[in-house]
């Protein structure tokens, strides 16, 4: 198969644990189903491709690997039930879904490729799948996209780390894929959010951990501005805590909503919150909007 220079990288690299992030339509699942087979071109090698579902990898690795191999004239058998490809020199290619993990217990592998890795538990590795490759002391592949900084991050920094060299990690965006055109990548970046667009176009890693409107940034959400004097009416959000009553204000100009003001009450109740709002906006109109999981005090 023919592979990227970046995809390339990643194939020679000598490293026994590799860890590819890369972003949508990099390549990645090219790239694992090229190394799962130059493995298996070995004698006697077992060989897993484990994703996050059997669906997934029924759709899409397994006709594409099928057909491959198919044409290499290397297949003996084919298993469809069990994904699984007897090769004639005595190899297996197997495909796996993580979300039987129970059934991924008690092998021994040669080489194991998990693809879609942000979106498998973390015990699917280090419970069923790291265990597989003791007895051989062999080696193991990571694809994926990045979701949040999960256990997918944690092998990317074993990877960065310059005095561990059985992992060896890399950064790849779509662009560098070279299969997405750049016109393609630039509208992506017009219809999503920022940090959407940084996640699954430029393999960024991104939290939204505690964060209520994932798609902030202080960059582009704040700013210097005046209160307009034509505005007459104000929207308060109001979080019944007692160490501090909380309310932000705000006001909407064309659909937008601007928060321009914050109070916060030590040790209050909901009347000393009301007499606050009242004598700070009583020439306004107010519209509050409590948080309806709390109860008033």
């Known amino acids: 198969m023919k592979l990227s220079d970046p995809q390339q990288q990643v194939a020679n690299?000598?490293?026994r644990?590799?860890?590819?992030?890369?972003?949508?339509?990099?390549?990645?699942?090219?790239?694992?189903?090229?190394?799962?087979?130059?493995?298996?071109?070995?004698?006697?090698?077992?060989?897993?491709?484990?994703?996050?579902s059997y669906r997934q990898a029924k759709q899409i690795a397994w006709v594409q690997i099928k057909k491959i191999l198919q044409d290499l004239r290397w297949i003996k058998k084919v298993n469809e039930a069990e994904l699984t490809l007897y090769l004639k020199n005595g190899s297996r290619i197997c495909l796996r879904g993580a979300d039987n993990a129970d059934s991924l217990r008690g092998v021994g592998l040669n080489f194991l490729v998990m693809d879609e890795c942000a979106d498998i538990d973390e015990?699917?590795?280090?419970?069923?799948?790291?265990?597989?490759?003791?007895?051989?002391?062999?080696r193991a592949l990571f694809?994926?996209?990045?979701?949040?900084?999960?256990?997918?991050?944690?092998?990317?920094?074993?990877?960065?780390?310059?005095?561990?060299?059985?992992?060896?990690?890399?950064?790849?965006?779509?662009?560098?894929?070279?299969?997405?055109?750049?016109?393609?990548?630039?509208?992506?970046?017009?219809d999503l959010d920022s940090k959407t667009f940084r996640q699954e176009y430029?393999?960024?890693?991104?939290?939204?951990?505690?964060?209520?409107y994932y798609g902030f940034n202080v960059q582009d959400n704040v700013k210097n501005f005046v209160v307009p004097e034509d505005v007459t009416t104000y929207h308060i959000g109001i979080d019944f805590n007692l160490d501090p009553m909380s309310a932000i204000v705000s006001y909407i100009k064309n659909d937008i909503l601007y928060a321009?003001?914050?109070?916060?009450?030590?040790?209050?109740?909901?009347d000393e919150l009301a007499e606050e709002i009242h004598n700070r906006y009583h020439n306004k109109k107010i519209f509050a909007y409590p948080d309806p999981s709390a109860r008033a005090r």
């Open 13 to 15: 690299d000598p490293a």
């Open 123 to 138: 015990q699917t590795w280090t419970a069923i799948l790291r265990p597989t490759l003791t007895d051989t002391n062999d």
């Open 17 to 52: 644990f590799k860890v590819a992030v890369c972003g949508r339509r990099f390549g990645k699942t090219t790239l694992a189903i090229r190394e799962i087979c130059f493995e298996a071109r070995n004698p006697n090698r077992l060989c897993w491709l484990v994703m996050p």
């Open 143 to 190: 694809c994926g996209t990045r979701k949040g900084m999960n256990w997918f991050w944690d092998l990317y920094q074993q990877g960065q780390n310059t005095t561990n060299t059985e992992w060896k990690s890399w950064q790849f965006t779509t662009l560098q894929g070279g299969w997405v055109d750049s016109q393609e990548i630039d509208q992506a970046r017009k």
């Open 260 to 270: 321009f003001d914050e109070r916060q009450i030590w040790s209050s109740n909901t």
């Open 202 to 212: 430029e393999a960024t890693w991104e939290t939204y951990s505690g964060i209520v």
